[in-house]
């Protein structure tokens, strides 16, 4: 690479850092989290509110940097909005829950955080996956800091015990999966995922594991008992009946409906003239394979989804060799699901009746937009993840290398539309902070894969599942 080249390169970081800083939340002199974006040209809205989710690759970020404070001061607050007693009332957040987001909001010069718990959201829908990301952040701050006594605190394993509480309730439903709404995660409007979809089912894996790190002196062997028993079922359940590659694919073709019993192969019911074989045949490469979008009653959503394919490798839910196939597919199938920005949220959009449908007409899922198979910068630490864990460095170095030469020039947006990501997101904004930090994230994963022991977790092992984690 030329002298000229890595000179613009190491000016893109600098901006980068100096607009992470800008985006610092501070509550009575603490910083205590990120604002979703510093775009001055729209109006706020929730963009100024700190999101559980967007502040995942600025934790992992700090945390690499040695930043605890702000980490720390993240989880305790966030942690003091969580409802800990029983509300009798259909529109107040349960016990457990953490909240989607939140702000600091002053009056009569006093200070205090206002929660959002799904009040303020599009349809009202709840974040089911802040309660599973914050579980994930503190045991990856456990990790860097190797102050295990944070999270033996009384109030922290309450927090998770509550959580966990939520998570494996018994419930109207006989699979090891987490049933949620649509819009519950990342893809928070409406897109046809309601049910089991995979980016909860791969985040809910991750957390039982790092729960079943931190749950160390909770007293309550009932939870820990629960989270072993889910764990394998849940694993075994994904790489099952979510897998589909070429071999997968000519069993599903084969599938007999209507069959009941324990001896059916078709456990769910698919309908197989449900499939678009004759695309998934040409598109799938030899070696290559993917988790699917969500499995349910006479249902297998094909279309492919990036954070939970991602997080099904860092976490092992994937196997080995799924990891593998994975990869080969980004690899082979590179103009589909990455173009030039990485990468497409899912892959491929809904289109003409099926748009109408699944999202409703929604004017800002059109297709190749948005949620309906925009491209998301914030993906890209994930991907550089994903890739440094299976050893495919030679993704990672492709993926940096379109988005450090555009996201500086087009002022960090929040995504690109079009089938290759050619095109600034109509309704994108500007300073997105997970924009930045997923970028900065990336480049430190790539000079360092050791920072990958954050948020990645070897295969399952039921054994030494009860050790703490290793200080």
Known sequence: MEREELAIFDDVEKQAWKLLEKSIIYYKGRPVGTVAACDCSKAALNYDHCFVRDFVSSALLFLIKGRYDIV???????LKLQPIESQFNAYTPIQGFIPASFKVVSTNEQEYLESDFGEHAIARVTSVDSCLWWIIILHAYVKATKDISFALQPEFQQGIMLIMELCLATRFDMYPTLLVPDGACMIFRRMGI?????????????????????????????????????LPLLRDHIRHHYWIDMKRLNVIYRFKGEEYGHLATNQFNIYPDSIPYANLAIW???????????????????????LGNMMSILSSLASEQQSQAIMNLIEEQWDDLVGEMPMKICFPAVEKEEYRIFTGCDP???????????????????????AQKTGRTNIGKRAIELAQTRLSEDHWPEY???????????????????????????????????????????QFDLENASQACEL
């Open 72 to 78: 720390r001061n993240f989880l305790e607050e966030t």
């Open 194 to 230: 309601y049910g089991y979809p995979l980016e909860i089912q791969a985040l809910f894996y991750t957390a039982l594991r790092a729960a079943r790190k931190l749950l160390i002196c909770a007293g309550d062997e009932e939870i820990v008992i629960g989270i072993d028993n889910r």
């Open 284 to 306: 799938l490469p030899k070696h290559g394979g993917y988790l699917a979008g969500n499995v349910g009653p006479s249902q297998l959503d094909t279309r492919f989804f990036a």
């Open 364 to 386: 800002k899922n059109m297709p190749w937009s948005y949620h309906n198979g925009g491209s998301w910068p914030v993906l890209i630490w994930s991907l550089i993840a994903a």
């Open 416 to 458: 690109y539309d079009g089938t290759r990501g050619l095109l600034i997101g109509k309704e994108a904004r500007r300073c997105q902070t997970w924009t930045i930090t997923g970028f900065l994230l990336a480049k430190e994963l790539m000079r360092n894969p050791h920072h990958l022991e954050l948020i990645s977790f070897g």
